[in-house]
C-alpha cells in the first residue's frame, strides 16, 4: 500500500504563494501518477494538476494554468505543488493522489481511477 501525507497549507493573501509538499511511502513511487486535487466547500472536488512518474509530462486545469507548478523528486519519494498569485478562489482543501499508469486517454483528470490519496491540506486565501 501507497501512505500519502502533505503538509504546508495554510493561511496566506491575495496574490501570495503556498508550496505543498506530498510525501509517499513504499518501493514503487517512480511507477505512480500524482495528482492534486481541491474541494471548496459546497463543490464538488475538482482536478488541479499532475504529473508522470518520470516527470516528463504534466497537465493543468485551465483555473490555475501559469500560475501552479507541480514537480516531483522520486530520490525523495515527493510531489509538490507550487502555487503562486493565489486567489480567494483557490481557497478550498488540497488533496495529494496517487495512481497507477491506466491503458486509457486522458484519465489523470479523473478522481475516481486514482488509488490512494492523502489526508488533505487546508489552504486558505484571503482576499
Known amino acids: 500500500q501507497v501512505q500519502l501525507v502533505e503538509s504546508g497549507g495554510g493561511l496566506v493573501q491575495a496574490g501570495g504563494s503556498l508550496r505543498l509538499s506530498c510525501a509517499a511511502s513504499?518501493?514503487?513511487?517512480?511507477?505512480?501518477?500524482m495528482g492534486w486535487f481541491r474541494q471548496a466547500p459546497g463543490k464538488e472536488r475538482e482536478f488541479v494538476a499532475a504529473?508522470?512518474?518520470?516527470?516528463?509530462?504534466?497537465y493543468y486545469s485551465d483555473s490555475v494554468k501559469g500560475r501552479f507548478t507541480i514537480s516531483r523528486d522520486n530520490a525523495k519519494n515527493t510531489v509538490y505543488l507550487q502555487m503562486n498569485s493565489l486567489k480567494s478562489e483557490d481557497t478550498a482543501v488540497y488533496y495529494c493522489?496517487?495512481?497507477?499508469?491506466?491503458?486509457?486517454?486522458?484519465?489523470?483528470?479523473?478522481?475516481?481511477?486514482?488509488?490512494?490519496w492523502g489526508q488533505g491540506t487546508q489552504v486558505t486565501v484571503s482576499s
Open positions: 513504499g518501493r514503487t513511487f517512480s511507477s505512480y501518477v
Open positions: 504529473i508522470a512518474g518520470n516527470a516528463g509530462n504534466t
Open positions: 493522489a496517487a495512481g497507477l499508469p491506466r491503458p486509457y486517454s486522458s484519465w489523470w483528470t479523473l478522481s475516481q481511477l486514482y488509488d490512494y
